[in-house]
């Protein structure tokens, strides 16, 4: 194994390391010296390679952006149906909380408390992204299928993406025991029944 294989390999473990830490202990504070001996390595090692927490933190969002966007690219090149296109989407989303917890306390924040403001900036950029993503095919509804949300495009594209965010939220709360895809087709329904007029 070459060097930089090496050491792209302890990153990805350091970062595998930090969410599961964050899956096992809801609500506790992660610290380099805890990180470093579930990682088996010096508080040292592993600023070779991270020169901060916010730079793991940072790893686990751009793993969070790198997932979700690459399969939502392929989403829109699938669906051409808008309705059905927002709701892989958004099921994509909540599926990849539940299958990633620790990283998920992320999302909400939970995990970012007392770290830099940047963090969760960037936090909220990937949900302001995934919201204009919605807009973007609410809006192409329009032109593409003759339809046209029975609110506002922004107000329709925040009504699904806050519902989204709560589920991801009493996930959290729950200490990762309600799944936020539960009964999701079922709301979907509800949710989006007179959504186009």
Not at 10 to 23: G, K
Not at 133 to 151: F, M, N
Request: charge should be positive; charged fraction near 25%.
């Amino acid at each position: 194994m070459t060097k930089s294989n090496n050491k792209t390999s302890r990153r990805q473990q350091i970062l595998q390391a930090l969410a599961h830490m964050l899956e096992a202990s809801p609500g506790a504070r992660i610290t380099t010296a805890a990180l470093a001996r579930e990682v088996g390595v010096s508080e040292a090692a592993l600023y070779r390679h991270f020169p901060s927490k916010s730079k793991m933190f940072e790893g686990l969002i751009e793993f969070i952006e790198e997932t979700l966007f690459s399969r939502i690219n392929l989403i829109l090149s699938e669906q051409p149906n808008a309705l059905a296109a927002c709701d892989k989407i958004l099921y994509l989303l909540l599926t990849f909380t539940e299958r990633n917890p620790g990283i998920t306390r992320i999302l909400t924040g939970d995990a970012l408390a007392g770290e830099t403001d940047r963090l969760r900036a960037r936090v909220a950029q990937l949900y302001d992204r995934l919201e204009t993503q919605i807009k973007q095919i609410l809006r192409e509804a329009e032109v593409r299928e003759g339809l046209r949300p029975s609110i506002t495009v922004g107000a329709a594209a925040n009504l699904l993406m806050a519902t989204a965010e709560g589920r991801i939220a009493q996930f959290v709360r729950s200490e990762f025991k309600r799944s936020p895809t539960e009964n999701w087709q079922d709301q979907w329904a509800v949710l989006t029944q007179g959504f186009f007029r």
